[in-house]
Nanobody, 121 residues
Framework: QVQLVESGGGLVQPGGSLRLSCAAS????????MGWYREAPGKERELVAT???????NYADSVKGRFTLSRDNAKKTVYLQMNSLKPEDTAVYYC???????????????WGQGTQVTVSS
């Protein structure tokens, strides 16, 4: 079993900062991609940022220059530093992983339970 556990959401004023963390645990053979998606009320889930096993990062245009994704391989954890937050960043943020667990010959997609980020004055 593989689990993704998120932390760090909350309420912040416009212009403020938050850091989200996501730790992968369980019977993990290899992690190929980890990152974050978000889902705002009435909207589809969208990519925020991902990082691959070769350290290649991918950001949504709406967060470039404001959000930074990093990872600690030893801890199997990714961190999303969110600066200059805007009300339109309000959403449930979901951790994502493309992971190959022990016992399977293929990788598969995993999701965390989600953490609420609210940007409001």
């Amino acid at each position: 079993q593989v689990q993704l556990v998120e932390s760090g959401g909350g309420l912040v004023q416009p212009g403020g900062s938050l850091r989200l963390s996501c730790a992968a645990s369980g019977s993990i053979f290899s992690i190929y991609v980890m990152g974050w998606y978000r889902e705002a009320p009435g909207k589809e889930r969208e990519l925020v940022a991902t990082i691959s096993d070769n350290d290649s990062t991918n950001y949504a245009d709406s967060v470039k220059g404001r959000f930074t994704l990093s990872r600690d391989n030893a801890k199997k954890t990714v961190y999303l530093q969110m600066n200059s937050l805007k009300p339109e960043d309000t959403a449930v943020y979901y951790c994502y992983g493309f992971i190959k667990p022990y016992g399977l010959t293929y990788s598969t997609h995993y999701w965390g339970q989600g953490t609420q980020v609210t940007v409001s004055s």
